[in-house]
């Protein structure tokens, strides 16, 4: 758009290692922020959220691709932005006047002026009367009110927030949104625009006027749309519900392709699919868990309601749901996990059998693990170093996403009990190779 106050145009991130292989963190991205607009980016953990946040307010510069401020290159400019960030990162020595009127002491504004404006933005978020207070008087959502305060004391066009409320128990945090948006909603905040990172399903619908939905590995944009819904939002409307279950469905589904609205208008390119898919980080102990609660039910549960019962944080329910679809023990759709027949043997079977079921569940979804018992096979002595195999994910992720990703498939691999880890020689051993095909035969024998 014309009026875009920041426009990023094919935006990348990656790091070259010293062999020469690049790591790619965030794919060419294009993305704007508009003057009057709530922006949420929400994503799983390791999207390249916070990176994505950091270019944009020019932070950290982009591998390539360009940050525009109002037309013209970010980097040439001292953008008006101002950032919430999910710790408090008050200066303990300060006292809450103090600590607000830090950004303006730093931009040179004279005593006067800078105690004004101070106790004036203290007034509008609602700490009038603290202002000799030092951050260790203070509760976390009174920290937060003074981390919004300094923010928006130097009058920000863009106010980024990442992740802001993260940190804060469940009634502060909807204590604090609701005066967001009041301060918002009734133009008594000095911004044009707010972009919000978060991984709270509900609190992006509860806030933005458009919700960007990341992938990762890399980082790319999956989906991109408006949430057409009047301010103040009901979360009990049907509206409201519809949009929270469509988008645990886009995150829940990562192998899905989404057409992001932006995509459409600016010609981005789809990231291309990966030959190892990315393994959800969920032991089997949480997938057979899942599992049970589903077949003990009616076989189904939506997930909206199921994380809100179980008390989970969506960050920690994504995984195991994700896994479960993997290995083909259930399904999802319009936000409702259903368990499968082969979920539903599975979550009614003996710990032998689970195990010889997971096996075979792994050994038809899961590349990486097809990958390690084909390999260990072939060997004649049915034996390789493990670094053979993080060579192989070092191809594909990140550093700690190799990591991640081996230790997963450890986890799954010894569970279904495809190989033995011999830790002292750093070795994986294929698991009993004279009786595993007599086994994998005839299930009912373990």
Not at 305 to 329: H, K, N, Q, T, Y
Not at 378 to 386: F, L, Q, W, Y
Request: proline share 6%; with cysteine; net charge negative.
């Amino acid at each position: 758009m014309a009026n875009a106050i920041i426009v990023a145009r094919a935006v990348e991130k990656f790091y070259t290692q010293p062999d020469g292989n690049r790591i790619e963190v965030l794919a060419p991205t294009d993305l704007e922020i508009c003057p009057g607009k709530i922006v949420a980016l929400l994503g799983p953990s390791g999207s390249g959220k916070s990176t994505l946040l950091r270019m944009l307010t020019g932070l950290s510069a982009p591998s390539s691709g360009d940050v525009l401020w109002h037309g013209e290159p970010i980097a040439s400019h001292s953008p008006n932005v101002a950032i919430v960030f999910q710790s408090f990162a008050l200066f303990p020595w300060l006292n809450v006047l103090e600590n607000v009127e830090a950004p303006l002491e730093a931009k040179g504004m004279a005593a006067i002026e800078r105690r004004k404006r101070a106790l004036k933005i203290l007034d509008t978020v609602g700490l009038d009367g603290f202002e000799t207070a030092y951050p260790k008087e203070l509760s976390g959502g009174m920290k937060q009110r003074v981390g919004f305060a300094r923010a928006l004391v130097v009058e920000p066009e863009v106010l980024f927030m990442d992740e802001p409320f993260s940190a804060l128990d469940v009634l502060t945090a909807e204590n604090l949104r609701g005066e967001l948006m009041e301060l918002w909603l009734n133009k008594k905040m000095p911004t044009s625009a707010i972009f919000v990172v978060t991984h709270n399903i509900e609190e992006a619908v509860l806030l933005a006027d458009r919700i960007i939905v990341l992938g990762k590995n890399p980082g790319h944009i999956r989906a991109d749309f408006e949430i057409a819904l009047s301010q103040p939002r009901n979360r009990k409307a049907a509206a409201f519900i519809e949009f929270v279950d469509r988008i645990y469905e886009i995150m829940t589904q990562p192998d899905t392709e989404h057409v992001p609205a932006a995509a459409v208008q600016m010609g981005a390119s789809r990231s291309p699919k990966r030959k190892y898919q990315m393994l959800p980080h969920a032991r089997p102990g949480g997938i057979a868990g899942l599992l049970e609660l589903l077949h003990d039910g009616d076989g189904r549960e939506d997930l909206y309601r199921l994380a809100s019962r179980l008390s989970m944080d969506v960050d920690d329910l994504l995984p195991i749901v994700e896994s479960c679809v993997m290995l083909g023990f259930a399904t999802l759709k319009d936000g409702e996990a259903q368990i499968t027949p082969d979920g539903a043997a599975f979550a009614g079977a003996d710990i032998l059998n689970r195990k010889v079921l997971f096996r075979d569940a792994a050994l038809k979804h899961i590349t990486i693990l097809q990958c390690i018992d084909s390999v260990l096979k072939a060997k004649s002595n049915h034996s390789i170093p493990e670094e053979f195999f993080h060579d192989i994910l070092d191809e594909h992720f990140t550093q700690d996403e190799v990591d991640l990703q081996f230790d997963t498939a450890m986890s799954w691999g010894r569970y279904a009990e495809i190989f033995d880890h011999d830790p002292e020689n750093g070795r994986l051993i294929l698991t009993d190779p004279a009786t595993e095909p007599a086994d994998a035969a005839n299930p009912g024998a373990a």
